[in-house]
Each structure stands twice: as C-alpha cells, then as structure tokens.
C-alpha cells in the first residue's frame, strides 16, 4: 500500500480512511469488528471518528463510535497497526460543546478512555467556536501535545477566513497549529471546499480528508426514487439530493463506471483522488462488501476524460 504524507503532520496514511460515524449507530460491534479487521487487513491505517458519534440517536449521549473502537483496539492489540483520528466541539448528550480549554481537556481524557490508547494520532476541532478566542483553544492543545497525547491537531467545518486567522494566531502567538482539514466534499457538495477553502489548503499545505465522501451513500446509486429512502438510516437524506443535477450526476457516474467495469462508489472515490489537494476521503461501509468497493476506488486512475465528465455534470 502506497500510504501518502498527510500535510505536515509527519503522519503516512493510506489513500481511504474508514469513517467511524456509523459504528455503534446502524453498525454493531459485530459487524463493526468485521469491517475494521478487513480494511486493516487491507493495507489501510487511519480510521476517523469523533465524540459526538452518535449522539443524536435516541438513548445515545456521544461517544458510542469511539467505545466501537476501543473495544476493537482492547481485543484485538492492533493500535500499532492503525492512526486515530477523532473530533471534539460538537454538542454532546448532555448540552456540552465547543472549544474552550476546559471543555477539550475534558473530552480528550474523554476519548482517550473510550478509545483504550494513551494517545490519538489526529485531534480535531470538529467545527469553529466563534465564543471562544482562537488563541484559548490553540493554547490548551499545547499541553497534551508535549506530554504525547496528541500526535498532530486539525480542523473541521472551518471556513477560510476563520482557518486563515487561526493559522495566523498559531504563528503570532507560536501556538500549536492546525495542519490538517476536514471539509464537506464530494460531487454534490463542491462550493464549500472548492474556491477560498482549497486554495488555503493547498497555500498551507494542509493535509485534506474530505468527510461525507459519498454524500451520504447518494453517490452509490443506491437511491434513485423516493420508495429508495427506507435502504438505510441516512435514506431520507439521500433522497433530497435527487434533483436535476442529482440526477445527472448518476448518469454520468453510472456511464464512467461501466466503461471502466467498477461500481459508482468506487468512481467517486477516485474523483476525490484525482483532485491535487485531497490526501485522502474518509468514506464509512455498513457491511464488508460495501467496504471492498470504496477500497476499489483508491486503485482506480480515471482518464481525463472520465474526469472532466464528472465535473461537468456536478458542476
């Protein structure tokens, strides 16, 4: 496996990393333990998951992905053989959320339990917190990352000019840094990464692992009238991207897919590929199969043409 450099994080990751929102959602530890076994297996290292997972179930308070995880860790001794990933800002069960200092030292210790390791490899603000003075959450990243707790620190659902002022506080103030992002993109969703966003990317050298890769599993071609939306928990999501442009963006995935022989989630995932600025997607799989044909799409080069189709039609 050839594993790509993921900004200036000193981290190597491979070119898909598993996505960890649906694990204890409408994924069990069974087929969970499953899936995380055969995308390590694979070849592939970094799994991303977050605090809040899945909190918005009823009877769920956050951090049911992460204890997946940590149960997996704790039987099978694979933490050397993995990078992980998780978030912290987003509203838990309980009403707590963003980023002030007290709060992410809390959730860290939080997670760190839940995840059975003594140090994640990726920590990121899951969403910006305009209450609380970058300065203040940069700084209360410094601690856990000289004592090891924290490999690398990252961003999420930032937009440019408030990851520009954090980048520039971080350097003002010599403050921990953000070197990663973590945007909303996919062939539906292109406005908010595309413009602004990825030149600052790609102007810091950012590392990019684009979430919701599959636009909520629309991009599988799985949801194609409105009888489709009882397929799966996120079917009715799914459904409401199913205009015009939805539309014409499964055609011209389902032309690319047949003439290369795969699976139009695989096309997907090598369209994020193609893009200069993306190190990897982040795509989650409710069943082995489902897995093996996003891991098909990091081993798929679309031509030119193939990709210029795509973007017309999502454009």
Not at 57 to 68: A, I, Q, R
Not at 172 to 186: A, F, G, H, V
Not at 276 to 304: D, F, K, N, Y
């Amino acid at each position: 496996m050839q594993l790509r450099p993921l900004g200036s994080t000193g981290l190597s990751i491979a070119p898909l990393v598993l996505g960890g929102n649906v694990f204890g959602w409408t994924v069990d530890d069974v087929t969970g333990f499953r899936l995380l076994d055969a995308f390590v297996d694979a070849g592939f290292n970094a799994i991303d998951t977050a605090d809040v997972y899945s909190s918005w179930v009823d009877g769920h308070s956050g951090g049911e992905s992460e204890s997946l995880i940590g149960r997996w860790i704790a039987a099978r001794g694979r933490r050397s053989d993995v990078l992980l990933f998780t978030k912290v800002g987003m509203e838990m069960g309980d009403g707590s959320k963003g980023l002030s200092p007290g709060h992410i030292r809390a959730s860290l210790d939080a997670s760190l339990k839940r995840l059975h390791t003594d140090h994640i490899d990726l920590y990121q603000s899951h969403q910006d917190d305009p209450s609380t003075p970058l300065e203040e959450t940069l700084g209360a990243y410094a601690s856990p990352l000289k004592d090891g707790r924290v490999r690398a620190l990252g961003a999420s659902n930032y937009s440019a000019e408030r990851l520009e002022a954090a980048l520039s506080a971080s350097r003002k103030s010599e403050l921990p840094i953000y070197q990663t992002l973590q945007p909303r993109y996919n062939l539906l969703d292109r406005k908010e990464f595309e413009g602004d966003v990825e030149e600052l990317c790609r102007r810091h050298k950012l590392g990019v692992i684009t979430y919701s890769s599959l636009a909520s599993g629309f991009l599988s071609g799985k949801y194609r009238s409105a009888e489709d939306a009882g397929k799966s928990a996120r079917g009715r999501r799914a459904i409401s991207r199913l205009d015009d442009r939805g539309r014409r963006i499964l055609s011209a995935l389902d032309q690319v897919a047949a003439e290369v022989q795969t699976t139009p989630s695989a096309v997907a995932i090598a369209w994020l590929l193609a893009r200069p600025t993306v190190t990897a997607p982040i795509a989650s799989a409710t069943s082995v199969e489902q897995l093996h044909e996003l891991l098909a799409g990091t081993t798929l080069r679309l031509g030119a043409d193939a990709v210029r189709q795509l973007d017309e039609a999502s454009r």
